[in-house]
Structures are given as C-alpha cells and as structure tokens.
C-alpha cells in the first residue's frame, strides 16, 4: 500500500511517496505480523505501489545475497582490521570471492568456503592451478 497524504505532515526532504509492507508468516505453527514503512522520491506516476513493492524487494535481494553474506559469513563485521588501506582491500578481495562463487553456481556461500577451506586443491584448480 502506498500513499501521497502523508507528504505534507512529514519532515522528510523530497518525500513524493508513503508505503506500508504488511509480511504475515508462519513458522513452527506460530503465526507473525511484521509492518514496515518506507519513504520513496518516487512520485505516484512513476512509481505506483506493484512498482515500490519491485524496488523493495530488490533492495532486500541485495541486503540478503550480499550484505548479509559479507557481514555474517565473512564476518566482515567483526573484524578488527580498522586502519590504512587493509579494510578496503579485504573488502575487495570478500568481493572477488563472492562473485567468484556465485558465477560458479553456487548457492550455499557458506557450505562453498567450507568445502573449498577443506579442499584447496578443487579452489586452485578453478583457476588452473593444480597441485600435484
């Protein structure tokens, strides 16, 4: 749902658009609610709430496939490199990995770094490299 009503009792700069997203599961036989708001630049014609809905979606797409697999698989959080050029390279190099893997098909990063992590030889072999 989405609607143009609110825009004059928000503070918000450039606020064409109001949405609601109402997601309703099911897990373990136990049934939740969860409401979420968003504010969008997109005026009404451009963006109706089938599209808003597209474009939130695709952004939980990324959040899912790449954020959270940065911050929680390669624990790119917690990690305590902090100064010079060291967290961007690392992160460069996250990146590279991931995109590696999921050009390979793969699914499952986290099973992927477990498998190549026991079996460097397969990894080195990707890229032409076998060790004898």
């Given at each position: ?31 939740t ?55 961007q ?44």
């Amino acid at each position: 749902m989405s609607t143009t009503v609110l825009n004059d009792f928000l503070d918000w700069p450039g606020v064409r658009q109001v949405c609601q997203l109402t997601r309703r599961t099911v897990r373990d036989g136990k049934e939740t609610v969860e409401v979420q708001y968003a504010i969008s630049s997109a005026p009404r014609e451009l963006a109706d709430a089938a599209q808003l809905l597209r474009w939130w979606r695709g952004h939980w797409w990324i959040e899912n496939g790449v954020h959270y697999v940065r911050d929680v698989t390669f624990g790119e959080d917690a990690s305590r490199i902090r100064s010079g050029g060291a967290p961007q390279i690392l992160a460069a190099m996250r990146n590279a990995a991931l995109t590696l893997l999921r050009a390979l098909g793969t699914d499952n990063i986290a099973e992927a770094l477990r498998e190549n992590a026991w079996n460097p030889q397969r990894l080195l072999a990707i890229f032409g490299k076998p060790i004898n």
